[in-house]
Each structure stands twice: as structure tokens, then as C-alpha cells.
């Protein structure tokens, strides 16, 4: 990340040599930030808490509905089911999704956009009426089992409610860009209720710039679609996590294993990468999903966590709840499972599933120091691996190591060892591989 005062605004350097292909904005802060501009922050932010509220609520529907629960998590919900439920839900699934896809390619003659990617390259411009189609499928088939994140549906629809903003009251392209960014943040922020990380997933990550203005109206966004959110959603921590400490053995395997994750991401990253080529054309629009679910709710009899975007994997990594044998299972068949979903067409995130794969790399990782250094709780490997591959993934370190604080409310006493992990991760991720999880798909 850069300072917008250090850059030559909309120089080679600035668009060229930044891991992310960031626009930046050649308007000076006093002619982005009128009056009318702090009044449209302002309705964003509530915008986005109240759509983010209700697509969440349509994703618990999705879930409590398709694995016959009521209360408990999903993962629960998902084991409890007999093998032939969880193949029938999956498959009608990947119909539901095929069926929705192919329509709405053939009512709008496309799919929805590219969020991340129109905020780079199009001053945030993109057709809304898609998109939101676009989310809505996407969090219907995630409740249905679908192994991709839930973010997307949730950041793209902050981002049209802006972008919407933006064309009623005739912003500024600049206007537009900064407003739909900190959409896009603010529906990150409610997903997950992560107003601080949200705010900094905009700054860091879709602008790319540190100035006042881009802070200031990050933030308010954020805090504000949160807050709208509180109303329809609990104001509880994502993850429950024990108190941890640190110790010199976790400091000292977190030197070592921030470049083992931070070569990992760059693997996963590229394996992202080649599930974005090749989409489905003509009837593969329908088919192609039809047969990656069936498949994922065939392997789903015998290794349920491969299903929904990995929140509840997660957890369970993060207590120490996942034997050596079935980490090293789900450390090859969840990034599958989430690349095949997203060659198939499917359309979904990358947050939790990212986060996912680096709590089991962590884990996994943590069990062999075990026999070097028993002290260390066994937590502790799982959460400072879930970071530091968020952080080498997106390659927003910032941002990455204050989701992690937020969304466990308990990490802060591994924020040293965290931020070694995600130094030497981040580091190692840019060595091998400029992309991120974001601008391979943008």
C-alpha cells in the first residue's frame, strides 16, 4: 500500500509495479469529499448493513431449510443428515445453480460483475441488476453446500447499493470510485462483523491508497452498514477461540512457517488462477454445475466439511478439534472442492475458504513442531496460519491481521507471533507471485 502524497498521481509506477492494478485518484480530497459526498457515505453504509442483514438471513434460511436443522451450526446440520440427503441437496444445488446461471445469462446477457475488478479498472462501474442476481444465487447455493465464501455476494451488493448512490446523484467518477470501494468494504465488514477490517480490506485492498479522505470515509461506512447490520444480525465474534499466550517455541515457528505459507498461498493463488479460465459456454452453463456438485455431495458422505464456504472448518481448527489425518484430507480436498465449484461457474467468494486452507496448513504444520516443542497450544498454529495466509493471499497484510483480531476478539495476545507469520508470508507470496486471490479474478 501506498501514500497518496508520495505517488505521482496516475504515473507507470503507481498503476504498474502495485501487486494490485489500483486506480488512483488524480482528484484532489477538498473536490471528492463535499458536503453532498459525507451525505451519501452516510446512506452506503446503512444501505449496505440492511441488504447485508437480509442476505444473511436468506443464507440461514438456505442452510436450516436444505440440511433440515434449526439450531446448532451448519457442520452439525450437515453430519447430522443421511448420505443420501446430503447427495440430493448438493445436486439440486448445482440444478439450482446451472438453471440460474444459464437464465440470467440469457435475460441480461451476462453474469454479473467482477466487483474487485470493475473498482480498478472502470472508476466502479458495472451493471447493478446482474450483480445482484448474481449474489443472491451465490448465497442460495453456499446454503445449499457450495464450498466458496459468502463475502462476495455480500461486498458486490455494498458496492451496487453505492454504485446506485453514485448514478442518482451524479458523482464525480472520482466520487464514484471512493463511494463504491467503501461499499464494497462495508459489505465485507457486515458479512463477517468486522467494521475496523472491512474498513481497511477498502483502503488497502480495492484503492490502495492511505490519505485522510479515503480513511475517513472508509471508516464511517463501515462502522455505519455494521451497526444497520446489528438489527438483523447478532453482535457476537465470528470465532470462538480460548485465551492463548505466547511462547518462544510459537515465535520461533512463526518465522519459520510464514515462507512454507507464504509459498502455499502463491500455489493456492495460481490453482484460483486456473479455476477463473475456461468457464462454461452454452449447455455447460447448466451442466457444468450440476455435475461438480454431485460429485462434492458424493465426497461430502465421507468428509462432510468439504461443504459451504469452511467457517465451521475453521472453528474446529481453531480448537484443535481435527486430527492429523483428516487435516491432511481437507488440506487437498477443500481447495479443490472450492476451485471446482468456481470452474464450474459458480458463482462465490474466496475469504473463509482462503482462511480455511490456511488454518489446516497451520495446523497441520503446528502438529509436526509439536514433536520439536510440545509447549505451544495447538490453537495457536491454526489461528496464526489462517492469517498469514489471508494475508499473503489478498496481499493485505494490514487489513488480514485486523480481521483476524476482530473476528476472534481473543487473537490479541498473538499479535506478535501473527505478524511475523504474515510479514514472512507476504514476503514470500510477493517473491513468487504479484497476484492476489482478488486481481487474478479482477
Not at 27 to 35: E, G, K, R
Not at 84 to 110: D, M, P, T
Request: proline content about 5%; glycine content about 12%.
Amino acid at each position: 500500500m501506498r501514500n497518496a502524497e508520495n505517488v505521482p498521481q496516475g504515473s507507470p509506477d503507481a498503476l504498474l509495479n502495485s501487486a494490485q492494478p489500483n486506480v488512483l485518484s488524480a482528484a484532489p480530497d477538498a473536490a471528492l469529499m463535499t458536503v453532498k459526498m459525507w451525505v451519501m457515505v452516510l446512506l452506503t453504509g446503512i444501505g449496505a448493513g440492511f441488504t447485508s442483514g437480509l442476505l444473511m438471513r436468506l443464507l440461514r434460511l438456505a442452510q436450516h431449510l436444505s440440511f433440515s436443522y434449526s439450531t446448532g451450526d451448519f457442520l452439525t446440520g450437515v453430519r447430522n443428515t443421511s448420505a443420501e440427503h446430503r447427495i440430493i441437496v448438493v445436486s439440486l444445488g448445482g440444478v439450482f445453480a446451472g438453471l440460474s446461471l444459464y437464465l440470467l445469462r440469457r435475460i441480461s446477457g451476462g453474469s454479473g460483475a467482477e466487483v474487485t475488478g470493475a473498482i480498478w479498472h472502470k472508476q466502479g462501474r458495472f451493471e447493478a441488476a446482474p450483480t445482484v442476481a448474481k449474489s443472491i444465487i451465490s448465497i442460495i447455493i453456499v446454503g445449499m453446500g457450495a464450498a466458496i465464501g459468502r463475502e462476495a455476494a455480500l461486498k458486490d451488493t455494498g458496492a451496487t447499493v453505492a454504485g446506485k448512490i453514485s448514478d442518482w446523484t451524479s458523482l464525480s467518477p472520482e466520487q464514484r470510485h471512493l463511494l463504491v470501494a467503501c461499499g464494497a468494504g462495508a459489505g465485507m465488514a457486515a458479512a463477517y462483523n468486522v467494521p475496523l477490517g472491512g474498513a481497511l480490506f477498502a483502503i488497502e485492498v480495492l484503492l490502495g491508497t492511505m490519505s485522510l479522505t479515503n480513511v475517513l470515509a472508509a471508516v464511517i461506512t463501515s462502522f455505519v452498514a455494521v451497526a444497520v447490520s446489528w438489527s438483523m444480525l447478532p453482535n457476537v465474534p465470528t470465532f470462538n477461540v480460548a485465551q492463548l499466550s505466547i511462547t518462544p517455541s510459537l515465535l520461533l515457528w512463526a518465522a519459520l512457517a510464514g515462507p512454507i505459507l507464504g509459498a502455499a498461498s502463491a500455489g493456492y493463488v495460481r490453482f484460483i488462477g486456473w479455476s477463473e479460465t475456461g468457464k462454461p459456454k452454452s449447455y455447460m452453463v447448466i451442466l457444468g454445475p450440476i455435475i461438480v456438485f454431485s460429485i462434492l455431495g458424493i465426497v461430502s458422505v465421507r468428509f462432510p466439511e468439504v461443504l459451504g464456504n469452511g467457517k465451521n472448518v475453521v472453528q474446529e481448527a481453531f480448537g484443535s478439534q481435527l486430527g492429523p489425518g483428516l487435516l491432511c484430507w481437507l488440506l487437498v480436498l477443500r481447495p479443490l472442492a472450492t476451485a471446482m465449484c468456481l470452474k464450474s461457474g459458480a458463482p462465490g467468494g474466496l475469504f473463509t475458504p482462503t482462511m480455511t486452507f490456511g488454518a489446516l496448513l497451520g495446523g497441520l504444520l503446528g502438529e509436526g513442531w509439536r514433536y520439536v516443542s510440545p509447549a505451544t497450544s495447538k490453537d495457536s498454529y491454526a489461528i496464526v496460519g489462517a492469517g498469514a495466509m489471508l494475508a499473503s493471499a489478498s496481499q493485505g497484510p494490514l487489513s488480514s491481521v485486523v480481521f483476524m483480531l476482530e473476528l476472534t476478539n481473543h487473537t490479541d495476545a498473538l499479535i506478535v507471533p501473527l505478524l511475523i507469520a504474515v510479514a514472512g508470508a507476504t514476503l514470500m507470496a510477493r517473491k513468487l507471485d504479484v497476484h492476489s486471490i482478488y486481481s487474478i479474478r479482477g
